[in-house]
């Protein structure tokens, strides 16, 4: 147990999904989990572990942001033995190369955010995916035929930027902004396990366009079970 996780040694599973949003948790687990049982529960950071197509699986609320994430993540490798980490959320798309309801598999993350510049000092690290995982991704979501786009996303501190805040990233390729994997990829690295994030665009800021609630619920039934397929190797 630590100060943010009531679960035991051994409630969670080596593949952990991580969504942002405690309630996207409990509807993976409710929706494609067997036999799903919840593991933690303290501030309403839902944790919960299960089977899929028999495999064990667990998915793990991180909150809002790189800090909040940064506690869960450190905490499923280093104390509960997680070994592969898949972030499944939502981003904005912040090119012309992506549109609504497209995945995003984020090869590597950009971040405005200084949580690490004390440990790279004079250096930026430029955090990757596993490549293992992220090709695995790129032929199932192929072979399921759906609309997907691998690259660069950014991910920001500041939800609230001005306009245009994001050009030259879009001038430089990168496709969407999250506000949590740079950390995911850095932690992961850090602790030599494998991670991927896999993001469906409900918002593009580009045009301005949003996803409707209808589209939104049936592209997060897609993405949750890719990044299912993808964690346990189904």
Known sequence: MTPHNEAKIGDYAE???????PLRAKWIAETFFEDPRQVNGIRNCLG??????????????TGM?????????????DIYGAKV???????????????LKDIV?????????AMDSE?????????????????????????????????GIVSTDTFYLPENAYDPLTAHGIL?????????????ARFGVRALTLCAVSDD????????????????????????DVAVGA
């Open 176 to 188: 969407a902004i999250d506000m949590e994997t740079a950390a995911l990829y850095t932690l992961a």
């Open 65 to 77: 942001g790189q800090p909040s994430l940064s506690i869960y993540v450190h905490e499923l490798i």
């Open 119 to 151: 440990t790279f000092g004079a250096f930026r690290f430029a955090p990757s995916a596993n490549f293992g995982l992220l090709r695995d991704a790129a032929n199932r979501a192929d072979a399921a035929g759906l609309s997907w786009r691998a690259g």
């Open 205 to 228: 800021l580009l045009t301005g366009e949003k996803m409707a609630p209808s589209d939104r619920q049936s592209s997060l039934t897609e993405l949750a079970t890719l990044a299912l």
């Open 105 to 113: 598999l984020a090869e590597a993350a950009t971040t405005d955010s």
């Open 85 to 99: 980490l898949v972030r499944v959320g939502t981003c904005g798309g912040i090119s012309d190369k992506v549109r």
């Open 48 to 61: 919960f572990t299960g089977r899929y197509k028999g495999k064990p699986v667990s998915v793990q609320a």
């Open 15 to 21: 593949a952990v999904l991580l969504p942002g949003d």
